[in-house]
């Protein structure tokens, strides 16, 4: 879409200041709109505030375009995203305009006001960190972007071109974060943007960014940045790493009083729905006239399970949990002794695979013969939520031998219009806390390899009950086992793909492995005593992943670059 049909203007449409939409090239001169009655004093003022933080969505996102994921076949956008079926010809999020306009919107309309010293501040941190929140989403996207720092008028050049250079595009994204630390409290409440929920952004931003900078020096500067950025974050003393790692993320009680969560978006049972969550796609539709005949006669379920499910963990997510061995090392099960002492037909799968595990596994992973719900869950042949023991098969069933644990709600039953409380982790300290060893890695090696370590050990140790690394670890298994962390901590939290994307520009990546395989899955069999790890049934074609250089960044639409002659497009993507 241009950006002359995005400018908008906000009207005041009821007593409780809900804002609308209306293309201001067809009413009248945007600085000079009816909607002044909101920046009239504080209190309306801050409707329109809480109404933008509605942008902070931006950063919430499953782990659909990476390899953590097995997907259905109706998940057409992510599976032409995974199979680089793209073009040009679609948006991919560039149109991020009209939230650009409500933070510059509030920037200046709060500036130029006369609210309380205290009030103003609050107001304008929240817009600065808003801001960049949308640009940053967009910058991992397309690079350079155009930026736009003030409210635009009919009367502006809107053929605007995008930043000369993508540090252009994060400089400008740090200096709003750095805005909205220097405003922001540190102690907000729970759901509101603090300023320890700028440093952590800007931490990452810098992490992300800097793999894409090719001047040594450019890259230096913003690993000191974001170094700075984390110490600052953990000097507040505001946050902990949360003991109930499993409860933070699958109770709303866990999400609103955990002490790591640093930003979240929190949702209220009495306007949420259980198809408004995750949920809804994340858990199988079996019982009753579904199941193939005696299926629910050897495997019951307790209650029918009501979802539609549309992705499922990769044999590969589910490999980053690790075994604690007999000698109290952690390690992958293919390494283990229980491994290497499996006997097929004899043993049992569960024991040699599924115990002794990395603490997190069971909290962010069903599988098989473990609690779903209320019911005993079998993912294997003939099992209860196996594909092939439904009459639908392929249609809302695991494929890979897996279903996701991690923001499910299990203390009440799923049905679609079931009311539900319900929360996103976006920001936490743990996440934290892997941004700043991955900082230190990249700064300085092997002469920062012994901090980098004890900051991997806080998640390792905390949430996954697996033993501390040691110091002496070598630079390069500190790497192996510190991608094996992140992966392992962050499974859903919009961090994986992103991360391949981050890696595989510091290592010269043309093709990024994990992006360019078909996902692998379990097939265990009926008794429970042997397994294959096989490519994914039934659904290997909507996951046959591709990955070329040109993905690194994603086209600008073909439209916005017809309309606007001052517009680039990304390399490959012509």
């Known amino acids: 879409m241009k950006l002359r049909n995005i400018l908008q203007i906000i009207v005041i449409t009821s007593a409780v200041l809900l804002g609308s939409c209306q293309d201001a090239l067809d009413t ?149 974060l750095d805005q909205a630390a220097n405003l922001l409290p540190s102690n907000v409440s729970k759901g509101r943007v603090s300023k320890g929920a700028a440093y952590a952004l800007k931490a990452e931003a810098c992490l992300q960014g800097a793999a894409y900078l090719e001047n040594n020096s450019d890259k230096a500067g913003y690993y000191q940045q974001g170094k700075k950025a984390s110490e600052d974050l953990f000097a507040l003393g505001t946050y902990a790493l949360d003991n109930d790692y499993k409860s933070m993320f699958n109770t709303y009680s866990g999400g609103m009083n955990s002490p790591e969560i640093i930003l979240a978006s929190y949702r209220l049972e009495t306007n949420t729905q259980m198809m408004n969550t995750w949920m809804q796609n994340l858990t199988p539709n079996m019982g009753g006239d579904k199941a193939k005949e005696g299926v629910l006669e050897k495997w019951p379920l307790d209650k029918p399970l009501e979802g539609w499910l549309e992705k499922t963990p990769s044999q590969e997510a589910t490999d980053a949990y690790l075994v604690i061995d007999s000698d109290g090392n952690a390690k992958p099960w293919s390494e283990t002794s229980y491994y290497q002492s499996f006997e097929p037909g004899k043993s049992s799968v569960f024991n040699v695979l599924y115990t002794n595990r990395d603490k997190r596994f069971h909290a962010n992973i069903v599988c098989d013969s ?168 039934v659904v290997a074609g909507a996951n046959a992943r591709r990955f070329t250089s040109k993905r690194y960044l994603l086209p600008v639409p073909r439209t916005e670059t017809v309309e606007n002659p001052n517009l680039t497009q990304n390399p490959g993507w012509e």
């Not at 309309?109 to 309380?116: A, D, F, G, I």
């Not at 070598?474 to 991608?483: F, H, I, Q, R, V």
């Open 28 to 176: 009248k001169p945007l600085d000079k709109f009816s909607g002044d009655l909101v920046w009239a004093d504080a209190v309306t003022a801050r409707s329109f505030v809480n109404d933008a933080y509605s942008i902070n969505n931006r950063l919430i996102q499953d782990d659909e375009w990476s390899d953590n994921m097995v997907l259905n076949p109706s998940q057409g956008a992510a599976s032409n995203m995974v199979q680089e079926n793209i073009t040009n010809e679609t948006g991919f999020g560039w149109n991020i305009f009209e939230d650009i306009r409500k933070c510059n919107m509030i920037i200046e309309r709060v500036t130029n006001s006369s609210y309380l010293e205290s009030d103003k501040n609050v107001m304008l941190g929240e817009a600065y960190f808003l801001r960049a929140v949308t640009n940053f989403t967009a910058a991992r996207k397309f690079g350079k972007i155009m930026i736009v720092d003030k409210v635009l008028t009919p009367q502006d050049d809107l053929n605007l071109s995008r930043t000369a250079t993508i540090k252009e595009t994060y400089d400008f994204i740090l200096k709003d």
């Open 370 to 537: 473990t609690m779903y719900f209320t019911s005993l869950i079998t993912t294997r042949l003939g099992g209860n939520v196996n594909y092939a023991s439904n009459v639908q098969q392929d249609r809302h069933m695991t494929k890979s031998g897996y279903l996701f644990r991690k923001n499910i709600y299990e203390d009440k039953w799923l049905y679609y219009n079931v009311p539900t409380n319900y929360h996103y982790v976006m920001l936490r300290l743990g996440r934290s806390y892997l941004n700043y060893a991955e900082l230190l890695l990249r700064m300085n090696g092997e002469g920062s390899k012994a901090t980098a370590i004890d900051y991997i050990n806080k998640t390792r140790v905390t949430h996954g009950g697996l033993p501390a690394l040691s110091p002496s670890t070598s630079l390069a298994d500190t790497w192996k086992y510190y991608k094996i962390e992140r992966r392992a901590d962050l499974l859903q939290e919009n961090d994986r793909y992103w991360s391949l994307l981050r890696w595989g520009k510091e290592e010269g990546l043309d093709v990024i492995p994990e992006l360019d395989s078909t996902p692998k899955a379990i097939s265990i069999s009926e008794d429970g005593k042997s397994f294959e790890i096989i490519t994914v049934p």
